[in-house]
């Protein structure tokens, strides 16, 4: 059972313009989110998180915002470069609860020069 | 100056042998995590330890044993290997437990033959 889904494998988006990733989850428990980028042969990189007491957060090019009833949240980059190209990876955990994040399958971004 | 560290990257070996994979944080983090990211890059969770503390103990098969000799390290050793443990493990730390983000190692792909 995929609690958290990234439902587009993949994105292309011209240098310059927004990248939009989006990430669904099914369990309303959930009260954090992070983003994490993931370039190959590497680790996930910690990019922004996201608290379920806001609706967004912004950091430099990078902002999340957070759609508690819809179930939805969405990493916004403005403007995308080319470095920016990896598979960025949504996480869902409950602030008190498991003690764990649940991760989407990932979106793989391409930035096109 | 690595954060988290794990060795070794790659882990060539054959059907029912033992292996361990370590790993090491110099951040001075409360919590250790270890992942396996499978064929379909689904990254599920497999333990966390705070403060050398059994906190995250998912379905895993008893083979997968992991050890925590103090706060900054914690290895992982598989007994019998099997085919279907081929992956990529990664290791990781936080702060505390959530809401914190976590710092990835590398990852050490396992390929078992």
């Known amino acids: 059972d995929q609690q958290v889904k990234q439902n587009s494998p993949s994105l292309s988006v011209q240098e310059g313009r927004i990248s939009i990733l989006n990430c669904d989850y099914t369990n309303s428990m959930f009260d954090y989110f992070l983003w994490y980028k993931k370039y190959p042969a590497e680790g996930p990189t910690f990019l922004i998180s996201?608290?379920?007491?806001?609706d967004k957060n912004e950091d430099g090019r990078f902002t999340v915002f957070l759609n508690k009833s819809a179930k939805h949240l969405s990493l916004h980059i403005v403007p995308s470069q080319p470095g920016d190209s990896a598979v960025y990876f949504c996480?869902?955990?409950?602030?008190?609860?498991?003690?764990?994040?649940?991760f989407g399958t990932g979106t793989r971004l391409k930035v096109l020069a | 100056d690595t954060a988290v560290s794990q060795t070794p990257k790659y882990l060539v070996t054959q059907m029912g042998n033992d292996k361990s994979i370590k790993c090491e944080q110099n951040?001075?983090?409360?919590?250790m995590y270890w992942y396996k990211q499978d064929s379909k890059k689904f990254l599920k969770i497999m333990f966390s330890y705070n403060n050398k503390e059994l906190i995250i103990n998912e379905t895993v098969p008893n083979r997968f044993s992991p050890k925590s000799p103090d706060k900054a390290h914690l290895n992982l050793h598989i007994n019998s290997l099997e085919l279907g443990d081929s992956a990529v493990y990664f290791c990781a730390s936080s702060q505390r437990l959530i809401p914190y983000e976590q710092y990835f190692g590398p990852g050490t792909r396992l390929t078992v033959t």
């Open positions: 951040l001075g983090h409360d919590t």
């Open positions: 996480a869902a955990s409950e602030e008190s609860g498991t003690y764990k994040y649940i």
């Open positions: 996201i608290s379920s007491i806001k």
